[in-house]
């Protein structure tokens, strides 16, 4: 079994950072894809960021310049440091992973709350 565990979501002021954090854990062969998505009520899920094995990175045209994704292959972890917050970046946050496992598949973490007040 593969698990995705998101840590780092939080209540912040605009203007200000935060930095998400999602590990995976299991029985992993190897991590194909990572990356970070954000769900708001009423909205699709959206990408914001993603990062491949070959660290090749996409990012939103709304949080570049703002937002970097990265990954430390040897803890299977991948990061989301957010700078220059805005209120329209409050939203849930989900960690996404195309893992090689006993099969490839695509893993979702369970999410976690950014909120940005201004």
């Known amino acids: 079994q593969v698990q995705l565990e998101e840590s780092g979501g939080g209540l912040v002021r605009a203007g200000g950072s935060l930095r998400l954090s999602c590990a995976a854990s299991?029985?992993?062969?190897?991590?194909?894809?990572m990356g970070w998505y954000r769900q708001v009520p009423g909205k699709q899920r959206e990408l914001v960021a993603s990062?491949?094995?070959?660290?090749?990175?996409n990012y939103a045209d709304s949080v570049k310049g703002r937002f970097a994704i990265s990954r430390d292959n040897a803890k299977n972890t991948v990061y989301l440091q957010m700078n220059s917050l805005e209120p329209e970046d409050t939203g849930v946050y989900y960690c996404?992973?195309?893992?090689?496992?006993?099969?490839?598949?695509?893993?979702w973490g369970q999410g976690t709350q950014v909120t940005v007040s201004s």
């Open positions: 996404n992973a195309l893992i090689h496992s006993k099969v490839y598949f695509n893993y």
């Open positions: 299991g029985n992993i062969v190897s991590i194909v894809y």
């Open positions: 990062i491949t094995s070959g660290d090749n990175t």
